[in-house]
């Protein structure tokens, strides 16, 4: 065999030793038949056992009487997994091992030889880099010593032409073996010369760029990475030809448009004087591990919005029961009188506030949704009439009905305020007319699209929202989910429709995106969860109790710490006929609850300065006054300021509130004093 051959076999198994990956050939016996250095790294076998010809078994009996496998019976444990190989079918699992680390294993068999196994530990992938570099100075000093076997090998087989052939033929077919266990490996895996020409590229590595393995070979650099490409790849081997090794990334656009991404490792080939001779390369696709990180910044930026929303709208809840008490108790004594033309409105506007902040704690994920299954197909039908009336005539509206009903487990109200949002937005995109499709239908996320999505795998109901308008370049899409963000003219939008659509859909569980070209339309797409349909409904209920409107025979304990605040309810309470006695803090209630025995009724805030707050004054009222009614009110909307309230069994009545709301949630307290938590919403618009 020529020296260039025995050469060529051993850059295949220097590259395989390059590789952080435990990498194991059994044959279909199965036994032992080659492995690379990272096998004993990674798994901890004794030297003695990784050697030619150890029975696969021993390896599963070894991992299994050290705990590898978890608990359970030893022959069992080690049956079944021998039963799998021998299936010698694909397969990849993960499995955490006793010393923390997550082993990534994938079996490939080798059709008619036996079989690959390929561990990876995912846990500390960060230190690639610098396995890369060790295994790159062994591999340095393996070459200086091959080089010199080989030629005192070739000296000898000078003299033995029979046995030459017979060596050749070996090789040859030791070669062959290692290029198919090397195209079963999913990495990248190149060997480029000095001039820049491939003089090896796997399978993997050819399929990156459109090609297979044989025209591959004998191109040069520029001609596959392109010319907007190949001056980035320049720079980095203009570094490589000092004789250190480069690590880079580098996205590429498919001929469908998808772009992709590579992170890339070149690795010098050193000559005994010192020179490089060629180029190691290994890459990785890791297209997914940017959608994730890109996914993870904008969850990252919602959730800062979010908490900085749900701060903002507590300051508001309270100005506006400020604001709104006031303007009732006002309205009160001044019925129809010349101030109700100022009234009116005041009041009016206060209570779109309180609504705005309501769909604010909604986008924050801080308001409590309501779902339950509901039919989509019919809700969009209902819909259609009011969103025809609130387009203008040359907008068509269409709907695509599923052929079977179809449910979502989802707020209803919050989807339908979510699908008029989206079909405003496509009107104003739309000034000279043009259609707007609402279409319904079925979808099923396998594992590798859920994964993508951030979703469990499963049954879905997909809703597109497609309209024939303006469009949106292509770099404004990735901000149009950003809280007061906006494509539309100053004053004509708020930047919070999208956002607030997109907090809906993730709080429901489900994910949204968004298409759309310049000139072509646009099309939001939706997932929420399938619900069974719900059962039918008892035409025999019981009807809901009316309130007696009872009253109570001591003084109601007011505890608020916002001055302003506590003025409002205690006025409100005035007005209804209850005796009120004030406290700023939950220490001054606590202090007052014990000395005052009639004091009838509590009400009040959650979250208070001081040693009390609202949770511990009712559990400590509970327990010295078991069945004094209480009602507590706040401004809050997130689950941290509303936790444990549940478990208390207190109704909830949320800032801002007029004196008819809390008219209504005492009466239904004195009514009801024993019934779970309700958590009550604003007052509409009256």
């Known amino acids: 065999m020529s020296s260039h051959e025995l050469r060529r076999y051993d850059l295949l198994l220097a590259g395989l030793d390059l590789l952080d990956q435990a990498i194991a050939v059994f044959d279909a016996t199965p036994k032992l038949v080659t492995w690379n250095k990272a096998m004993l790294r990674l798994l901890d076998f004794p030297e003695s056992m990784v050697r030619v010809g150890t029975p696969f078994e021993e390896f599963v009996r070894f991992n299994a009487e050290r705990g590898e496998y978890g608990d359970g019976e030893l022959e069992k444990l080690v049956s079944e997994r021998m039963a799998a190989a021998r299936a010698f079918l694909p397969h990849y699992a993960e499995r955490k091992r006793p010393n923390g680390k997550i082993l990534a294993i994938r079996g490939v068999p080798i059709p008619n030889l036996g079989f690959v196994s390929l561990w990876t530990d995912i846990t500390e992938q960060r230190r690639a880099e610098e396995v890369i570099h060790q295994q790159n100075l062994e591999l340095e000093a393996r070459v200086k010593a091959r080089t010199q076997e080989l030629e005192n090998a070739n000296a000898r087989l000078a003299h033995a032409n029979a046995e030459i052939d017979e060596i050749a033929g070996a090789l040859r077919r030791s070669e062959e073996k290692l290029k198919t266990i090397i195209d079963s490996i999913p990495a990248l895996i190149a060997y480029v010369d000095r001039n820049e020409v491939y003089q090896f590229a796997n399978r993997g590595y ?142 009016h506007a206060a209570r779109r506030g309180a609504e705005l902040i309501k769909r604010l704690l909604t986008f924050s994920r801080g308001q409590a949704l309501e779902p339950r299954a509901v039919e989509v197909g019919a809700l969009v039908q209902d819909m259609a009439q009011l969103l025809a009336r609130s387009l203008t005539e040359n907008v068509r509206l269409h709907t695509n009905q599923p052929d079977a009903p179809l449910h979502a487990f989802v707020d209803a109200h919050q989807l339908e305020n979510a699908l008029l949002n989206l079909a405003l937005n496509a009107r104003d995109a739309m000034p000279d007319g043009g259609d707007l499709t609402i279409a319904i239908g079925e979808r099923h996320l396998d594992e590798g699209v859920a994964t993508l999505a951030e979703l469990p795998a499963g049954d879905y109901v997909q809703i597109d929202v497609t309209d024939t308008g303006s469009g949106i370049d292509p770099e404004l899409l990735p901000r149009l989910f950003e809280p007061f963000f906006t494509t539309k003219p100053f004053g004509r939008g708020s930047g919070l429709g999208l956002a607030m659509v997109y907090g809906f859909v993730r709080q429901s569980g489900g994910n949204i995106r968004i298409r759309s070209a310049p000139g072509k339309g646009t099309t939001v797409t939706f997932v929420l969860p399938r619900a069974e349909a719900p059962a039918p409904a008892d035409e025999n209920g019981t009807p809901p109790a009316v309130s007696a409107g009872r009253s109570v025979s001591g003084p109601v304990l007011l505890v608020e710490d916002e001055p302003e605040v506590r003025r409002i309810i205690r006025l409100q309470l005035t007005a209804l006929g209850y005796t009120v006695i004030e406290a700023a803090d939950g220490v001054e209630a606590w202090l007052l609850l014990e000395a005052v025995s009639d004091i009838a009724m509590l009400v009040t805030d959650t979250i208070m300065p001081g040693g009390i707050g609202g949770r511990e004054l009712v559990t400590r009222t509970r327990a010295l006054r078991p069945d004094m009614p209480i009602l507590m009110i706040t401004g809050y909307a997130s689950d941290n300021a509303l936790a444990g309230t549940a478990e208390l069994d207190v109704p909830v009545l949320r800032k801002p509130f007029d004196q008819a709301t809390l008219a209504a949630a005492l009466d239904e307290l004195l009514e009801h004093p024993g019934t779970a938590a309700i958590q009550r919403e604003e007052a509409p618009d009256r």
């Open 206 to 347: 050819a399929e990156w760029f459109g090609l297979n393995k044989d025209e591959i070979v004998g191109r040069t650099i520029a001609s596959v990475f392109g010319p907007e490409l190949y001056p980035l790849v320049r720079q980095r081997l203009a570094i490589v030809d000092r004789g250190e090794r480069v690590s880079y990334e580098y996205a590429r656009k498919l001929a469908n448009g998808r772009t992709v991404h590579a992170r890339s490792v070149i690795v010098p080939e050193m000559s005994p004087q010192g020179e490089v001779q060629g180029y190691f390369v290994l890459s990785s696709d890791i297209t997914e591990q940017k959608a994730s990180q890109a996914a993870l910044i904008q969850a990252q930026k919602m959730e800062a919005v979010g908490q900085l929303t749900g701060g903002l709208a507590h300051d508001f809840n309270n100005l506006l029961t400020i604001i709104i008490g006031n303007l009732s108790a006002l309205q009160t004594q001044a019925p129809g009188g010349s101030l109700s033309e100022h009234l009116d409105p005041a009041l």
